[in-house]
């Protein structure tokens, strides 16, 4: 299918307009040079580190017919002029009017907050599945981004409402919200079905500058003219402040809708709405996960039993208190998480302490990323020594920074009378290695920071790195050692 730009031209707010716009017609949207093909209209996004215009000519040698820029280019293809102030928006709105606005045509649900995104959306992308319903679930674990720019984002949705429409039925997207997507525009002329709020703490004061300016990201997406009911977790202060100022429908979550909790290492059981619930993960944190995924999946029509069954079949969360088997009887028990602020390290430290045997250790391996938020180092490091036995710190991706300076940031938050449980070992391997093969049975091990993540980036090199991984070899190598050792 493909839309006049004449008709494009009407819909947006240009300030001019250059060459011949009649008789040009678009297929979709890409602000990506590289995945250019015949037929699409690029857009020249400004962006941090590149401009979208100096990549303009070889989009239209790789066969873009047409332009969306916010300053005209010497270039004889024709031109959209947009106000800069405007482009990203214009750009979302385009993006979304050249795939036909799926998101009409599809139940979404807009997932946001600092901590949960991944995992509500897999547990609703479950439930879905279960429902019979086709299902798309869009976040952290599908793209380099956890929310796509707008072009690839309408691509993914156009997708998803083609392959229902095959069905003849509705699809379901879940689809996690950052507060750079809202700041940035990328879900602009979306319709949320759904929009749900998990919790707000700490984190990308770097992008934001303030918590209130993060708040006021995050509450972009709880407006009418973006969704028609939300779904909030009103035990957290943020939440409840929100939950207040919306003017939709709103459906409060709290931890009070759980009843007979029954925690374990390997998943918890609580009782909603008189049907026992299994949650496939561990910990507190994860049951006002699941009380906000099923909330939403109500919302989006799904029945309350198979909400239920849904979210006990769900498939574990790579990187989301991932558990790593070990092989022998007397290994410590080890977890992978992408906490990777001082509020989620902090729950997750607590959850798992709260579940351990009170006489055992609790290990932690984590660090913080380079060229990102340093003012949650020092709070993420006295969160990690106020709850854990020992604590090693150690490499996360430390970008173009200093490693050493990032982990002397993470020790300045460290009392002087925590210091002797705390180790920095900079190398991450050697650093998952030593915190296991120290830890005995009974103990546990939380690799911290990374999660679902296969790469580590310094400076300019990526290298594959996987911590779940890493900790699986450092099991298996210490259960090698282990059998050849005398005995």
Known sequence: MTIALTSLARMLETTSSVGVLESVALRRAVADSRLVQPGDLFCCIVGDNSDGHDF???????????????????????????????????????????????????????VTGTNGKTTVTQMLGSMARIAGRPTTVIGT??????????????????DA?????????????????SSHALALSRVDGIKFSVACFTNLSHDHLDFHGTMEAYFSAKAQLF???????????????????????????????????????DLGLNGSWFTWREMRVHVPLPGMVNIANALVALAAGVALGIKPDACVVGLSAMALVPGRLQRIAGERDDAPTVFVDYAHTPAGLATVLTDLRRLMPKESSLIVVFGCGGDRDQMKRAPMGEA???????????????RSEDPGAIADQILSGISSDRRAQVK??????????EAISTARAGDVVLVAGKGHEGFQVAGDTTTPFNDAQVAQAALSMTHEEATCSPS
């Open 141 to 158: 674990l599908s793209g380099s981004r956890t929310t796509p720019e707008a072009p690839e984002l309408a691509e993914y949705l156009a």
């Open 223 to 261: 407006t009418s003219d973006r969704c028609e009911q939300a779904v909030i977790f009103v035990d957290d202060q943020a939440g409840a402040r929100l939950a207040g100022m919306v003017d939709v429908p709103v459906i409060a979550v709290s931890m009070s809708d759980a009843t007979a909790i």
């Open 384 to 398: 990690a020594a106020r709850l854990a036995t020992s604590v090693i710190v150690t490499n996360d991706n430390p």
């Open 424 to 433: 920095v070992v900079l190398d991450r391997r050697l650093a998952i290695e």
């Open 56 to 110: 303009a000519s070889a989009a239209v040698e790789r066969g873009a017919v047409a332009l969306l820029v916010d300053h005209a280019l010497d270039l004889d293809v024709p031109q959209l002029v947009l106000d800069p102030s405007s482009m990203r928006h214009q750009v979302a709105l385009a993006a979304q009017f050249l795939a036909g606005r799926p998101s009409e045509a599809l139940a979404v649900c807009g």
């Open 161 to 177: 409402r083609d392959e229902a429409k095959a069905e003849g039925l509705v699809g379901v997207v879940a689809l996690e919200v």
